[in-house]
């Protein structure tokens, strides 16, 4: 499948979004997004995705999500890669207390489109296959431990292909 024919999302998700860490990771998605002719997108993590219900009450639910989470560090020590478009090519980031609990809190104020949480950072969107992917993994070897900050909740909305995307609102943590 070519980027040409993206897979479409719908409603909203709520991301993980990062303070000083954004700019390097943008730099690596749109080299990447650059050498494959794939979407560029913002660097998260995606707390809670398909999201369906009204925005007001997400709005609330997020600011207060954000207003008792305090900025926190997360850590990936190596990359994954999976035949799906969203994950073809991604961080494996690891579940630390502060994302737990935050992904826990969530879960009870939130309606959720699934219960699993298999934290991660894409870098490309996109179907490739398992020898381009793993060349990838290869030449990034080395950017690896990485860690980022994570310093706001952005609701997403995700209806249509990558470049219909946008902001909603973003929420600082901790305030």
Request: proline fraction near 5%; include cysteine.
């Amino acid at each position: 499948m070519s980027s040409d024919e993206q897979q479409e999302l719908s409603g909203y998700s709520v991301w993980l979004t990062f303070g000083r860490a954004e700019k390097g990771l943008s730099k690596l998605i749109n080299r990447l997004s650059h050498r494959f002719n794939t979407p560029v997108f913002r660097p998260h993590i995606t707390l809670a995705g398909q999201i369906n219900t009204g925005s007001r009450l997400l709005l609330e639910k997020t600011s207060w999500l954000a207003s008792v989470t305090d900025p926190f560090k997360v850590r990936c020590y190596r990359f994954g890669s999976e035949e799906s478009f969203f994950k073809t090519l991604y961080l494996e980031v690891n579940l630390s207390t502060p994302l737990r609990d935050l992904r826990n809190l969530t879960e009870k104020h939130i309606p959720l489109a699934s219960p699993v949480f298999l934290p991660h950072i894409s870098l490309v969107y996109e179907y490739l296959d398992h020898n381009t992917r793993n060349r990838a993994i290869a030449d990034l070897d080395a950017i690896l431990p990485l860690t980022a900050d994570v310093t706001a909740l952005t609701i997403i909305k995700t209806e249509g292909p990558v470049f219909n995307w946008h902001t909603v609102k973003e929420f600082e943590l901790g305030n």
